[in-house]
């Protein structure tokens, strides 16, 4: 047995003798003396047994790398449901000055005609073929399009029950409209749950994300969550700048003052401000984040998940992840019938890969779909986390999808602390 090509190995100051290894492929953690360290180095270990189960050792790394390379492959050819995002419109209630869709969004909304044609594609294309359905309803807000969902979601479960499928949809929202009425009428449809966007406090929150009319929003969306966070699982997320990151946890001690506790938050996670989509230059960022590895970044990134977990919510740990361009049959349904591979390549009409109506065209090219398949992506431990990035980022930097969003620099300085945080949080909760 051989050490795996993707595990990373952190020596314990604190506990001399003794090394933190994780696996990048399986999201496994253990703690080893540097005997049974030194064994796995020269394929000597006596007992494997455990760590290979961890993914921490294999038997053959030239497979192992083949295994990561042929990964998606290998997925698209099992079942699995049809994840797809459907954009009910191009409108918003609220003026959010960094929006990244403002290069083209307005008042388009999703037509009856072009709602039945996704429900009789979904249909053909997924239920019949014994696929069931995960939806996310996304805008603009989607909450506009309130009757689409109704209609959408009542006629989509009733085809799934036919086939014996399941159906289930969940919200990307601002959530002003997001009452507890709401809610309740949408769970018997499938309502699995929603992700909100709180800017940090009110005061940074309503300058960035006030209403069209210039009234501030925080009020709104925090009464709103108040009545809703027991109902289905809430996702919370926050778009911070390197000048306000730091008073991002008030945010949080709010929350629990209004009784949004974290007993009923799934997960937060705040995220840097990045480009509007559709910019081609760096002139057009206007300080937006598109480097992972800008060492404010790093510092701000470590900072947000520790106040986060010290407070007792939940942040989404590393693991193993993918961008729905690389599942076949995931999808973007804009409100006009246009597909697309990720929401924020609606600002492009070259990277558009088909329609309701006409299906689906070749996207290798267009997408570089292979582009995190070289040696030295190959050979890197923080492949499973990053499989080439965002390809959005890398076209917003080069205006092409010609290349990796290298994640090596930021993993190197956050990874570590990432898993001892989680480490450190869960003792804590079992003590």
């Known amino acids: 047995m051989h050490l795996s090509r993707y595990l990373k190995i952190y020596p314990c100051p604190d506990q001399p003798g003794l090394n933190l290894l994780y696996s990048t492929k399986q999201s496994s953690m253990a703690l080893v003396p540097d005997s049974t360290l030194q064994a796995a180095r020269n394929g ?109 979601s009542g006629q989509l479960q009733r085809a799934a029950a036919e086939q014996g499928c399941d159906y289930s949809f969940s919200l990307v929202t601002n959530g002003t409209l997001l009452t507890g009425s709401v809610v309740e009428e949408l769970l018997p449809l499938g309502y699995c749950g929603a992700k909100v966007t709180l800017d940090g406090p009110a005061a940074l929150h309503n300058q960035s994300r006030p209403f069209v009319s210039g009234k501030g929003s925080f009020n709104t969306i925090v009464t709103n969550l108040a009545s809703i966070c027991g109902l289905a699982p809430l996702q919370l997320g926050g778009n911070y700048t390197q000048d306000n990151y730091r008073d991002f946890p008030l945010l949080l001690d709010n929350l629990m003052e209004r009784e949004i506790t974290p007993d009923k938050v799934t997960t937060v996670l705040f995220a840097p401000v990045v480009p509007k989509s559709g910019a081609q230059t760096v002139a057009d960022f206007n300080g937006a984040c598109t480097c992972s590895h800008e060492p404010w970044l790093i510092e ?23 961008c729905m361009v690389e599942f076949a049959n995931d999808l973007v349904i804009n409100h006009d019938g246009s597909l697309y591979k990720c929401p924020a390549f609606m600002a492009y009409d070259e990277l558009r890969i088909g329609t309701l109506g006409d299906g689906i065209g070749d996207y290798q090219v267009s997408h570089n779909l292979d582009l995190w398949k070289n040696e030295e992506c190959l050979d890197c431990p923080y492949l499973p986390l990053c499989f080439g990035g965002c390809r959005q980022l890398t076209l917003l930097r080069t205006g092409a999808i010609d290349g990796v969003d290298c994640r090596r620099e930021f993993y190197d300085g956050s990874l570590e602390r990432i898993i001892r945080q989680d480490l450190k949080y869960q003792t804590m909760k079992k003590d």
């Open 300 to 322: 701000a990134a470590d900072y947000l998940r520790e106040e986060t977990l010290q407070r007792g919510y939940s942040a989404p740990k590393p693991r193993l992840t993918s």
């Open 44 to 152: 000597s270990l006596s007992e494997p047994e455990a760590l290979a189960r961890l993914g921490m050792v294999v038997p053959d790394p030239i497979a192992e790398r083949e295994q990561m390379r042929d990964i998606f492959v290998n997925a698209n050819q099992k079942p699995r449901p049809f994840n797809g995002v459907v954009v009910l419109n191009l409108d918003c209630n609220l003026a959010c000055p960094y929006c990244y869709e403002d290069r083209f969004r307005g008042r388009h909304y999703m037509t009856p005609e072009i709602a039945l044609q996704l429900v009789d594609h979904i249909r053909h294309e997924q239920f019949d073929q014994g696929r069931s359905v995960k939806l996310v309803f996304y805008g603009g807000e989607p909450l506009l399009s309130l009757g689409l969902i109704r209609d959408i």
